[in-house]
């Protein structure tokens, strides 16, 4: 079993920054990707960021390239979601998720590749 406590939404204005963290406890090799998902109201669950604890190049969705950065710190057990120039549509829960892999031809993206979801933190981004 893993468990994923996230922490580190906010009310910003746009423009700003936040950086939000998931905790992850429980077996590592069921969490070797790790990522981060966005709900948006009204919307469904999208994917933003992934990451493999080796290390690799990480996945970022379109919109938020060039301003978010995820990384993982493994000695804290930690995935990071830093972003940047924040805009009202990056507005909405955030959820950290994680599985063993990805499946074959399988897709970061897709929420059913994650075994593991946390319970979600608020972001709120004002024009």
């Known amino acids: 079993q893993v468990q994923l406590v996230e922490s580190g939404g906010d009310s910003v204005q746009a423009g700003g920054s936040l950086r939000l963290s998931c905790v992850a406890s429980g077996h590592t ?8 998902f966005l709900q948006a109201p009204g919307k469904e669950r999208a994917g ?3 990451a493999y604890r080796s290390g690799g190049t990480p996945y970022y ?3 938020v390239k060039d301003r978010f950065i995820v990384s993982i710190d493994d000695n804290k ?3 990071y979601l830093q972003m940047n120039n924040l805009k009202p549509e990056d507005s909405g829960m955030y959820y950290c998720a994680a599985a063993h892999g990805l499946s074959y031809g ?4 897709r929420t059913g590749e994650y075994t593991y979801w946390g319970q979600g933190t ?3 981004v004002s024009s």
């Not at 090799?29 to 981060?36: G, L, T, V």
């Not at 399988?106 to 993206?109: A, E, F, I, L, V």
């Open 122 to 124: 608020e972001v709120t």
């Open 29 to 36: 090799f069921q969490r070797n990707i790790m990522a981060w």
């Open 77 to 79: 057990n930690t995935m």
């Open 106 to 109: 399988g897709d970061w993206r």
């Open 61 to 63: 969705a379109d919109s």
């Open 48 to 50: 933003v960021a992934a």
